[in-house]
């Protein structure tokens, strides 16, 4: 069909839709992109309670980077086709011109997916090999940060519905509030004594499942003196929604102090608690069975 | 056809109700869960006012208190000695709660020895029928008494296995085989703190934490401090 009258030639000529699409969605990742990478990553939980939880927050930092011109293509290409293609009001409804093979287009996009995703499974494996990223690793931890460093060993032991923790280095004492010296490598060993719980640590970036007569290790170091929150992750039982308390990462001398007191308050139970043990399994109880 | 502002209404009418029931919903599971509130009477008023609460613990509550007679049981007396089995209690915030507790059960133990200290009440000490305890031995803990969020733990000493006169269901006479216990704890700030039992008593239940262990009103509640 030819211009008709009045209409120049420039008019006439063919718009080219994909060059539009690429133009806006590399002006909208280029702006984006290092918006979402300076200002969004760093807001994403759980802070920088310890050094796993700075290595979560420089992951998500990463991967919403990554992920941010990927969006913009979607907003960009939908948002352009509901505008530019939308039907008007009384338009005939007709099916567009057919599908036809893009050998290039379609060898591009595997290719990038690929790229993308073989990248990410590959950082995300780093990171998680580099330092177990404060998850738990079941009772032969392979990604023990720090190598053979001395860490303070500190038990969790969960039970319906409350967390204690116990302390074979400073005599075995058992306490109901987790508190920790700060700037330490701490190893983390979490076991259940009745159902399955999970232990999260929430601004430490420290999840792991209890489970009765397993040793469950995570590791973590903390940063400077702070509060966290810890909560069970795992539905475990009328309580588990309040199945939280608070934990304390304290100064050195602080944590002396706090070790001594305990220690006084403990005493009188000391005498009826079992020897240090990864894993306990209570006997069955008189009416329990 | 509706135009775009009866849609929109519709949406967010949708949503308010929807935000209402779940709120109605969440705030009835967290506050009382279907089970009545006592109020404990004030001993004394003012900024630091004193209660007594009085409780009994129960092998089996009976048919008179409970469609479940076999599950073992907390009840509450009131201020006309009526035994109760309300086990949400409400409480003045920053008061002195002398706390009497008559058990009647025997021994079941604790799965941790730790909660067999006492920890959270006055001087950490309890008094069993006369006698003041730092801890109790965990295998002869009958029950607990606990309010995690207060670090309030309380183990409850039991009736021997051999006394004479037990009592069978609730409500039980202070004329039959039991045990005294006191203490005092402080409430602090308003708040729903939940108390529970940990010694595995729930006789036939999995693990002995099923049934009374998981139901409000039986082994566990909230002191809704006001």
Redesign the interface.
Same mark, same amino acid.
């Given at each position: 069909m030819s211009a008709g009258p009045g209409i120049s030639a420039a008019a006439a000529e063919p718009v080219n839709h994909a060059r539009r699409v690429i133009v806006a969605w590399l002006v909208l990742s280029v702006i984006a992109t290092p918006l979402v990478a300076v200002f969004l990553g760093p807001a994403i939980p759980p802070g920088n309670g310890s050094d796993e939880a700075s290595q979560q927050v420089f992951d998500n930092q990463v991967m919403t980077a990554v992920i941010t011109p990927i969006l913009c293509l979607l907003v960009v290409f939908f948002a352009y086709a509901l505008t530019r293609f939308r039907a008007q009001a009384g338009e005939a409804a007709l099916d567009g011109p057919p599908l036809r093979n893009e050998p290039r287009v379609q060898a591009l996009w595997v290719a990038a997916t690929g790229l993308i995703v073989l990248g990410l499974a590959g950082f995300g494996t780093f990171e998680l090999l580099e330092t177990g990223a404060g998850g738990g690793q079941g009772p032969s931890p392979i990604a023990e940060p720090g190598g053979t460093k001395k860490k303070l060993e500190v038990q969790v032991i969960a039970q319906q519905w409350q967390f204690t923790y116990r302390y074979p280095s400073l005599g075995g004492l058992e306490s109901a509030q987790l508190v920790l010296p700060a700037h330490t490598d701490v190893a983390l060993h979490v076991t259940s004594l009745d159902a399955v719980h999970s232990f999260w640590a929430y601004e430490l970036g420290v999840k792991a499942d209890a489970n009765p007569g397993v040793d469950n290790v995570a590791y973590v170091e903390t940063k400077g003196p702070r509060v966290f929150h810890v909560r069970c992750a795992e539905l475990c039982g009328l309580w588990h929604g309040y199945m939280f308390n608070n934990g304390l990462v304290v100064d050195a001398a602080d944590f002396s102090r706090w070790a001594a007191s305990e220690r006084k308050n403990f005493a009188p139970v000391a005498k009826y608690m079992p020897a240090y043990s990864h894993t306990y399994l209570p006997e069955p109880q008189r009416r329990a069975g | 056809m509706r135009s775009v502002t009866g849609k929109l209404a519709l949406a967010v009418a949708g949503v308010v109700a929807a935000g209402v029931l779940i709120g109605f919903y969440v705030s009835k599971l967290?506050t009382q869960a279907g089970s009545p509130t006592y109020t404990v009477p004030v001993k004394t008023g003012g900024a630091h006012p004193v209660v007594d609460l009085t409780i009994q613990t129960v092998a089996a509550v009976g048919p008179a208190l409970s469609p479940n007679p076999d599950w073992v049981s907390f009840l509450v007396r009131d201020a006309s000695g009526k035994w109760r089995r309300e086990t949400v209690w409400r409480l003045p915030a920053h008061a002195t709660v002398h706390v009497t507790i008559y058990n009647f059960d $025997? =021994?079941? $133990?604790l @799965? !941790?020895?730790?909660l067999?200290?006492p /920890?959270g009440v006055d001087g !950490?000490r309890i008094v069993v029928d006369g006698k003041p305890l =730092?801890?109790l031995?965990?295998d002869e803990a009958s029950h607990t008494f =606990?309010v995690? /969020?207060l #670090?309030l &733990?309380v183990p409850v000493a039991p009736v021997p296995d051999d006394a004479r006169n037990q009592c069978g269901y609730a409500p039980c006479s202070l004329s039959m085989a039991h045990r005294t216990e006191t203490f005092t704890f402080h409430t602090g700030k308003p708040g729903h703190y @939940?108390w /529970?039992c940990?010694?595995?008593?729930? =006789? #036939?239940?999995i693990? #002995?934490?099923g049934g009374p262990?998981?139901? &409000?009103g039986y082994m566990?509640g909230f002191l809704d401090v006001v």
């Amino acid at each position: 069909m030819s211009a008709g009258p009045g209409i120049s030639a420039a008019a006439a000529e063919p718009v080219n839709h994909a060059r539009r699409v690429i133009v806006a969605w590399l002006v909208l990742s280029v702006i984006a992109t290092p918006l979402v990478a300076v200002f969004l990553g760093p807001a994403i939980p759980p802070g920088n309670g310890s050094d796993e939880a700075s290595q979560q927050v420089f992951d998500n930092q990463v991967m919403t980077a990554v992920i941010t011109p990927i969006l913009c293509l979607l907003v960009v290409f939908f948002a352009y086709a509901l505008t530019r293609f939308r039907a008007q009001a009384g338009e005939a409804a007709l099916d567009g011109p057919p599908l036809r093979n893009e050998p290039r287009v379609q060898a591009l996009w595997v290719a990038a997916t690929g790229l993308i995703v073989l990248g990410l499974a590959g950082f995300g494996t780093f990171e998680l090999l580099e330092t177990g990223a404060g998850g738990g690793q079941g009772p032969s931890p392979i990604a023990e940060p720090g190598g053979t460093k001395k860490k303070l060993e500190v038990q969790v032991i969960a039970q319906q519905w409350q967390f204690t923790y116990r302390y074979p280095s400073l005599g075995g004492l058992e306490s109901a509030q987790l508190v920790l010296p700060a700037h330490t490598d701490v190893a983390l060993h979490v076991t259940s004594l009745d159902a399955v719980h999970s232990f999260w640590a929430y601004e430490l970036g420290v999840k792991a499942d209890a489970n009765p007569g397993v040793d469950n290790v995570a590791y973590v170091e903390t940063k400077g003196p702070r509060v966290f929150h810890v909560r069970c992750a795992e539905l475990c039982g009328l309580w588990h929604g309040y199945m939280f308390n608070n934990g304390l990462v304290v100064d050195a001398a602080d944590f002396s102090r706090w070790a001594a007191s305990e220690r006084k308050n403990f005493a009188p139970v000391a005498k009826y608690m079992p020897a240090y043990s990864h894993t306990y399994l209570p006997e069955p109880q008189r009416r329990a069975g | 056809m509706r135009s775009v502002t009866g849609k929109l209404a519709l949406a967010v009418a949708g949503v308010v109700a929807a935000g209402v029931l779940i709120g109605f919903y969440v705030s009835k599971l967290t506050t009382q869960a279907g089970s009545p509130t006592y109020t404990v009477p004030v001993k004394t008023g003012g900024a630091h006012p004193v209660v007594d609460l009085t409780i009994q613990t129960v092998a089996a509550v009976g048919p008179a208190l409970s469609p479940n007679p076999d599950w073992v049981s907390f009840l509450v007396r009131d201020a006309s000695g009526k035994w109760r089995r309300e086990t949400v209690w409400r409480l003045p915030a920053h008061a002195t709660v002398h706390v009497t507790i008559y058990n009647f059960d $025997g =021994a079941s $133990g604790l @799965r !941790n020895p730790f909660l067999a200290r006492p /920890q959270g009440v006055d001087g !950490n000490r309890i008094v069993v029928d006369g006698k003041p305890l =730092a801890v109790l031995p965990p295998d002869e803990a009958s029950h607990t008494f =606990a309010v995690p /969020q207060l #670090g309030l &733990i309380v183990p409850v000493a039991p009736v021997p296995d051999d006394a004479r006169n037990q009592c069978g269901y609730a409500p039980c006479s202070l004329s039959m085989a039991h045990r005294t216990e006191t203490f005092t704890f402080h409430t602090g700030k308003p708040g729903h703190y @939940r108390w /529970q039992c940990f010694v595995p008593c729930a =006789a #036939g239940w999995i693990t #002995g934490f099923g049934g009374p262990m998981q139901t &409000i009103g039986y082994m566990d509640g909230f002191l809704d401090v006001v």
